[in-house]
């Protein structure tokens, strides 16, 4: 046992040569236990090969040890001997106490190699034994949180809060928060970011709890918890845009805008900060900062259509046609494409006189947005100054179809029908 001790120290202090010098004499000498202590050391310290000779040897020698054999089992995956392990784990009979150990290990395999229902499967045999046992009910809930199924892992998440609200170093109540989260239930889920906070302060669960009290439309309380995070991490850049989100829809919209300046501070090639930004600055008026920004944003992602279509936007009010038209027709020709650039060259065509052109464009537009009313609206006049009056009157019908109390249209439609 000395000569054990003496390896562990020298493991802890950095020296693995001269403790692994060491394991050939404790292997001749020490006892079977010992050599069992040795080999769970060495798996635990990643040293799986020389666990792996320890083990094999003792499972030679003890074949009817179930806690060797699964001990090998474990140290065969760890090698990708999946074969061997899965050899092992069968012959587990149903009896043996340790076959729900041996079903979560198989578990493990089978999910490893993308076997989700067979993991499944190993995984309900070890609850029917064990139906209590937190790392079984973890092991279940965990399955099912990975492939989506988030319903069925909070059954088993809460049924963990019966007991414990820890297992393999995983904060329950904050895995429920996500669960619900990610079922778009934001409501239920602050509560357990509530629990998971009051257990353990870290930037995931503010920023999870900040991100849900967003979604809720809860504005003060993503604000403060947001806060609470940049606090504890500055650099944590995906709390600046919802904080400055959550700032813009409480109406504080020049806080949103230094936090979204705040954010690009830290991460200076964050596209959708960039376009945020400029967002905000078209709010408040700052035209010239918000170009800066949205370019910033379309020169880091060329192909960035939200980014694009915002500055499009911003040309188009600012009547600057002629860039609206050379940058679309450039976009287009590098493959990018979105049917509002077939409105927005409309528009522009319609406000350059180049009406055959425009009316073409309307045409192409009207394919997708024959439902928009404000599309139409637009399209109804157009047509009018085209001269093109029953086109016109079944554009204004169209749009009467959809609001049948829209004023404009149908006083448009009397007219024309007078």
């Known amino acids: 046992m000395k000569q054990m001790e003496q390896i562990l120290q020298l493991v802890e202090g950095g020296e693995v040569e001269k403790a692994l010098a060491l394991v050939p004499k404790v292997k001749a000498e020490a006892t079977d236990e010992e050599k069992y202590m040795l080999a769970e050391q060495l798996f635990s310290w990643g040293m799986v090969d020389e666990a792996c000779e320890i083990a094999e040897e003792l499972s030679f020698r003890y074949p009817e040890d179930g806690e060797i054999q699964l001990f090998l089992a474990e140290i065969y995956m760890e090698l990708d001997e999946e074969e061997k392990a899965l050899e092992i784990l069968a012959d587990v009979d149903e009896q043996d106490p340790l076959f729900p150990r041996a079903c979560l290990l198989a578990a493990d395999l089978y999910q490893m190699q993308g076997l989700e229902e067979v993991s499944e499967q190993k995984l309900k045999k070890a609850y029917e034994k064990l139906p209590d046992e937190p790392i079984i009910q973890f092991a ?80 003060q309380t993503a604000i403060e918890k947001l806060t609470q995070l940049k606090e504890l991490d500055q650099d944590y850049v995906p709390l600046y845009l919802y904080l400055a989100k959550s700032y813009e829809q409480e109406g504080q919209i020049s806080e949103g805008y230094e936090m979204a300046k705040e954010g690009l501070q830290i991460d200076e090639w964050n596209k959708e900060l960039f376009l945020y930004a400029g ?60 049917p509002q650039m077939e409105w927005m060259l409309a528009r ?22 024959k439902n928009d009313v404000d599309f139409l609206e637009e399209y109804g006049y157009f047509l009018l100054e085209e001269g093109n009056r029953e086109r016109a009157k079944e554009v204004f019908e169209q749009i009467v179809r959809i609001d049948p109390v829209h004023t404009e249209a149908l006083h448009m439609l009397w007219q024309l029908e007078e």
């Open 348 to 369: 522009a065509k319609h406000k350059l006189e180049m009406y055959s052109d425009a009316l073409n464009h309307y045409q192409e537009a009207y394919t997708f947005f």
């Open 140 to 219: 279940l809930a965990e399955l099912y949180f990975a492939n989506g199924n988030y319903q069925q892992s909070i059954h088993f998440y809460r049924k963990i809060l019966e007991q414990e609200t820890t297992v393999a170093g995983t904060l329950i109540s904050e895995r429920v928060a996500e669960a619900f989260s990610l079922l778009g239930e934001f409501e239920q889920a602050l509560p357990y970011y509530e629990e998971a906070l009051q257990q353990k302060v870290d930037s995931h669960i503010l920023f999870g709890y900040g991100f849900t009290a967003f979604q809720a439309e809860y504005y």
């Open 279 to 338: 967002k905000l600055a078209l709010k408040l008026g700052k035209e010239n900062e918000a170009e800066t920004y949205i370019r910033k944003a379309i020169e880091i992602d060329t192909g960035y259509i939200e980014a694009f279509l915002t500055l499009m936007h911003m040309l188009l009010h600012q009547e600057r046609y002629d860039e609206v038209l050379a940058c679309i027709e450039e976009a287009m020709a590098q493959g990018e494409y979105d």
